[in-house]
């Protein structure tokens, strides 16, 4: 096939990008659209060019670190998929598609189509966890959690952190990725004891980090390559509310 | 009260804002529009003008009106500081953008849609709020009540008043389709029973308040000409 | 120096109760001046930083990637085990122990494994008090499932996402200590060498991946949990950026490489569908349970695989394993496509591949018990490949996706420099020559929460009167200056070549000389391919832009530069081993039947190699294997 591509390329933070465009003569539908970037780095480095950084792991849809708004979508035009589980069978010959970084002001683009995700991390080690200590673990157990509550848990938790949300909402909310690590915390018996303090405390990270407000379009359930469920943004609210309002802890 | 300030100027607590008094205006909406499906009663707007005599002068609903344009009043301004600050939160835009294959258009189009409604209800306060109660005394009808009636049958006698009108009822349509709902999710009412139902009566209500406010004007328009 | 293992006294299932409680301790007060480098955010990682945190040390983090959530381990699909005996099996401590060292063929250290099984339950533990939602039953209690090599159920999952869950319950352990500043975290930083004082560790120099600034960083420890060195290979399941050059720097600095050769292949991955391929994906062992294996009799049948008659397949394993039949152990799995495809019998375009066929099943099961049990492996696969495995039978092929082997350690998981340490997947590990299902995991966790914490007191409580040294120090400006020099020699040799395409070509010589058969003749080839592989790396390369700014192509070129000089260490270690066991298959060294073949009286032990110059041949050291409880037999699946 025959892809014509126009990338965003910024050398770093300060400078400001433009797009460049470069056609690629022979890609295969086989190929992922990672390795498409490979095949087009390898050329412009023989070429004498600057390759086009991005970023990229695990390429099986797990680590959450590719990224690139494809087209308009993030991670592109497939649904619950990540741009290295995209493959090229999904475009047409003489595609030409257009490649941005995730825009947001909290992710600020580090080179080409990198940005700074560490934002996410900053709001995880405000809240988002369960303090306890190794070793003062009870018997795994001695808790039981009924079935549905463990499987809705587990599919907030499923979340890969990869900022999608947060490109696809014309708002730049973190909300869903948010709310993910809420849910399934306050859901299962384990995170009962915090569950006031970690929204609250989880919920101001997020506004500090300077995320957008959200507007339920519901563009970041849409695009979540793991298919996290507005739903978990909904009890996101309920949890602060109560928190906030029903509690008797000053959070 | 800081727990209080704290929880209102946060990101959940602004949205609590916007929902609260969006659904208080919507009971508003649903209010108004009972009272001006009476006009379309073969009664030449005597019961309409009663209704709306009530309304007017009503000590406690006089009172809620207080509440009621505070209602208005802060839904618009933080939806106003709510909109800057998620625009800062995206300072580059992209350059393409396929917002149409994740989301509504109206959803993403309530500040737009917002502002519609607002221009309308501009428009339509000096119509008839501000011409009956603070520029012209209404005439009196035959039973001796404020004359609203006619008043309604002048202003819609325009095609212009009519299309505005028109476009601000629609505006406000979609702006309830996705408000509705979205105010429910906002308040954290979620369940995976009756999140369905609420999505519904979403639906059911836009519909219902669109509707019903624009059959009046083309009603009035078409089988209600002025006199002279 | 001599290799002392430091195993404790006495029996078996005692002494890591007793060790335990004998591991002098430092006080809070000391703890707090006490500073450890944790390099590498996996599981080992990740658990290790945490406990120590909470202990009162203070830890600093470093990972290549742009957070600590997204290390390898993330990746494991299938579960862990441990001997909790929650589904009254008859499970136990001694059970786990005794299949680990077998399925390992006897290659791995009694102690070492006997502590592995005994901590597993606590880790369990552990994971669900900090809220990782493992897969329950309706009744709430946990579910387990059985894994390959075992004979009971004693797998903890979550989904085919475990290794996610597992890791981000350590993460968010870890990023708890960063929000109480007791951890510094410091993301997209490579660690690049490790800076010695007087004989002992002190410190690392690291890049900044973003500014490129070379930064040095001085710890009274440093923990390597940096994972293993798959990609040597170029093509295994291992992430992109998963790399040796930590340990590497390590060896380089006097730290011995335990059994480089030891590597996993895993039967069922995706197979490659182009020159263009940059990794491969795994799909679950579990598949084997309900998919038959084939091949056509005749070899190069173009034709579609459901339009192939019953009786001209070959179902090759059911054939030669009648016993075990689909359901043999992963290298022996692995070898046997392997023979089917080299003898011409290979199928899909690069006749690479056999069939895993589910059609049996679907038509005894029903396709919805096929989903519900697949469904997830399923749409990987059809997502990846663009064809539907519930209608044509699924092509696969072997690759690699474990090392056991890794820098040598004693029992208290320091390597042979004092002061360094090496924790799940980058030590030579538990796991022998060959590692079980579900157990990689384990291995981790267990070094990170259970096992490091206790004894690096037995080195830090002599430590207490160190004062932190000033990165001012000579030996860290030599270190600093030597780094510099290596990247700046990358970028000016400005050759014509790219360095993927040296990694391209490693990996292949790796993988038909050092993959899943090796023979003495090709070692030794594939020994001179690479040394003059090495030559035209350091005069024939290109790496682009500067090292003062993000340069992915500039961290690539060390990290091959690293896998090639590892690659003919691992065909040393290869060569010198006469014998096959476990993922170490020597074709000289097998059965009547081509079945792998040991020699236990002549290689009982684990070999450590001790680096002497890239022109030197490394010096071997061997740490004999004393099995007082188990006795070593031959593996058997017919």
């Not at chain 3, 390597?415 to 002061?419: A, E, K, Q, S, V």
């Given at each position: 096939m025959k892809i014509t591509l126009k990338v965003w390329r910024q050398k770093n933070s300060k400078e400001k990008g433009q797009f460049e465009t470069y056609s690629l003569n022979s890609v295969s539908e086989d190929m992922s659209f990672l390795e498409m970037f490979d095949v087009l780095n390898e050329q412009l480095i023989r070429e004498g060019k600057d390759p086009v950084a991005f970023d990229h792991d695990c390429r099986e849809g797990i680590c959450g670190m590719c990224s690139m708004y494809i087209n308009g979508r993030a991670h592109g035009p497939m649904q619950g998929t990540t741009t290295c589980q995209l493959h090229m069978r999904h475009f047409n010959d003489g595609d030409t598609i257009v490649v941005e970084p995730w825009r947001a002001e909290p992710f600020p683009v580090i080179k080409d189509l990198v940005v700074n995700r560490s934002a996410f991390d900053r709001i995880i080690a405000s809240g988002g966890y369960v303090s306890v200590n190794t070793g003062n673990a009870q018997d795994a157990n001695s808790l039981p959690i009924a079935k549905h509550i463990a499987d809705e848990a587990f599919a907030a938790a499923a979340c890969i952190g990869c900022g999608a949300c947060v490109a696809a909402c014309k708002n730049s909310s973190a909300m869903l990725f948010v709310s993910a690590k809420v849910s399934q915390l306050s859901m299962l018996p384990q995170g009962k004891p915090e569950r006031e303090s970690r929204v609250v405390a989880m919920v101001k990270k997020m506004d500090e980090e300077g995320f957008g407000n959200c507007t339920n379009t519901g563009a970041c359930e849409a695009e979540c390559p793991k298919e996290i469920s507005v739903m978990n943004i909904a009890r996101l609210n309920r949890e602060y509310i109560r928190a906030a309002l029903a509690s008797e802890e000053d959070v | 009260m800081s727990w209080f300030t704290h929880m209102m100027t946060s990101s959940i607590g602004k949205k609590v804002v916007m929902s609260v008094t969006g659904l208080f205006l919507c009971s508003f909406l649903l209010v108004h529009l009972s009272i001006n499906l009476l006009s379309l009663l073969p009664d030449n707007g005597l019961l309409f003008n009663e209704a709306a005599h009530f309304m007017s002068s009503n000590p406690l609903i006089r009172t809620i009106e207080i509440v009621l344009f505070a209602g208005f009043i802060i839904h618009i301004a933080q939806s106003y500081f709510i909109t800057r600050s998620n625009q800062k939160a995206r300072p580059v835009k992209y350059a393409v953008n396929a917002g149409n294959a994740n989301s509504t258009w109206y959803s993403r189009s309530m500040g737009i849609l917002g502002s519609l409604v607002l221009f309308f209800l501009i428009i339509h306060l000096r119509h008839f709020w501000i011409e009956s109660r603070f520029l012209t005394e209404l005439p009196a009808d035959s039973n001796g009540t404020p004359d609203m009636y006619t008043l309604m049958i002048e202003v819609f006698a325009n095609p212009i008043y009519n299309i505005i009108y028109l476009l601000g009822v629609f505006a406000l349509g979609y702006h309830l389709m996705h408000g509705f709902q979205s105010a429910w999710r906002s308040l954290g009412i979620m369940h995976r029973k009756y999140t369905p139902v609420i999505q519904g009566i979403g639906i059911a209500f836009s519909f219902f308040i669109t509707l019903g406010f624009a059959i009046i004007p083309v009603f009035f328009y078409f089988f209600r000409q002025p006199n002279q | 120096m001599s290799l002392d293992a430091k195993i404790p006294e006495g029996p078996l299932d005692q002494k890591w109760i007793k060790y335990r409680s004998t591991i002098p301790l430092v006080n809070p007060a000391n703890k707090r001046n006490l500073e450890v480098i944790v390099v590498g955010s996996g599981l080992a990682g990740s658990s290790a930083a945490a406990t120590l945190a909470e202990m009162g040390y203070k830890v600093k983090v470093f990972c290549f990637q742009d957070s600590a959530r997204r290390a390898h381990s993330i990746a494991a699909q299938g579960g862990i085990n441990a001997a909790k005996n929650y589904q009254n099996d008859g499970d136990s401590v001694y059970r786990l122990f005794y299949d680990t060292i077998k399925g390992g063929d006897y290659r791995a250290r009694e102690a070492n494994v006997y502590r592995l099984a005994d901590v597993s339950t606590s880790i369990i533990d552990q994971c669900v008090a900090q809220g990782v939602p493992f897969a329950r039953e309706y009744g709430g209690m946990l579910s387990n499932r059985s894994f390959g090599g075992t004979q009971v159920q004693r797998t903890f999952y979550a989904a085919g996402q475990t290794g996610q869950q597992l890791l981000l319950g350590a993460y968010s352990a870890m990023m708890r200590q960063v929000g109480l500043n007791k951890i510094q975290m410091f993301s997209r930083h490579e660690m690049l060498d490790v800076v010695m004082i007087d004989g002992k560790c002190r410190g690392i120099i690291a890049r900044d991946l973003v500014s490129g600034k070379i930064e040095r960083h001085f710890g009274h420890a440093v923990l390597l949990c940096t994972g293993g060195y798959g990609n040597v290979f170029y093509l295994s399941t291992n992430a992109m950026g998963s790399n040796v050059t930590a340990s590497w720097k390590a060896y380089k600095r006097g730290a011995y490489f335990g059994n480089p050769c030891f590597t996993q292949i895993h039967p069922t991955c995706i197979p490659v569908s182009g020159d263009h391929q940059s990794k491969l994906t795994l799909m679950s062992e579990s598949l084997r349970n309900d998919g038959r294996i084939w091949v056509p009799k005749k070899q190069n049948d173009e034709r579609k695989p459901t339009d192939i008659p019953e009786d001209e397949r070959d179902y090759y394993l059911e054939r030669r394993y009648p016993a075990f039949g689909n359901l043999v152990p992963r290298d022996v799995a692995s070898r046997a496509a392997k023979e089917r495809c080299d003898a011409g019998y290979g199928v899909g375009k690069s006749k690479m591949a056999v069939y895993l066929d589910f059609a049996d099943s679907i038509n005894r099961l029903g396709k919805n018990v096929i989903k519900e049990r697949y469904g997830n492996l399923f749409e990987m696969y059809e997502k990846i490949t663009g064809e539907d495995p519930y209608s044509t039978p699924m092509r696969i092929y072997p690759a690699v996706h474990y090392t056991m082997g890794g820098l040598w350690v004693d029992y208290n998981l320091m390597?042979?420099?004092?002061?360094l340490y090496a924790l799940g997947e980058a030590n030579f590990s538990d796991h022998g020559a060959n590692r079980l299902g579900a157990s990689a995991l384990m291995q981790g966790l267990a070094d990170g929460y259970f096992v490091i914490p206790y004894t690096i007191g037995a080195y830090l409580a002599d430590e207490i009167r160190t004062k932190s040294i000033s990165t001012d120090h000579p030996a860290f400006a030599a270190a600093e200056e030597e780094v510099t020099k290596r990247l700046q020699s990358f970028l000016s040799i400005n050759g014509t070549q790219t360095v993927e395409s040296f990694h391209k070509r490693l990996g292949k010589i790796m993988w038909d000389k050092c993959g899943m058969a090796r023979s003495e003749e090709g070692l030794k080839e594939a020994i001179q391919q690479i040394r003059t592989l090495r030559q035209e790396f350091y005069t024939n390369i290109r790496v682009p832009g500067s090292a003062f700014e993000y340069n992915p192509e500039l961290e690539k070129a060390g990290r091959v530069a690293d896998f090639i000089e590892l690659g003919e260490l691992m065909c040393i270690d290869a060569l010198q081993r006469g014998e096959s066991c476990g993922g170490h298959f020597r074709?000289?060294?097998?059965?009547?039947?081509?079945e792998a073949l040991r020699h236990d009286n002549k290689y009982m032990y684990v070999s450590a190699w001790e680096f002497k110059g890239v022109e030197h041949d490394p010096a071997l050291h061997k740490e004999e294997l004393n099995y007082e409880v188990i006795k070593p037999s031959q593996r058997n699946y017919k």
């Open positions: - | - | 390597t042979t420099i004092p002061g074709e000289e060294h097998q059965t009547e039947d081509g």
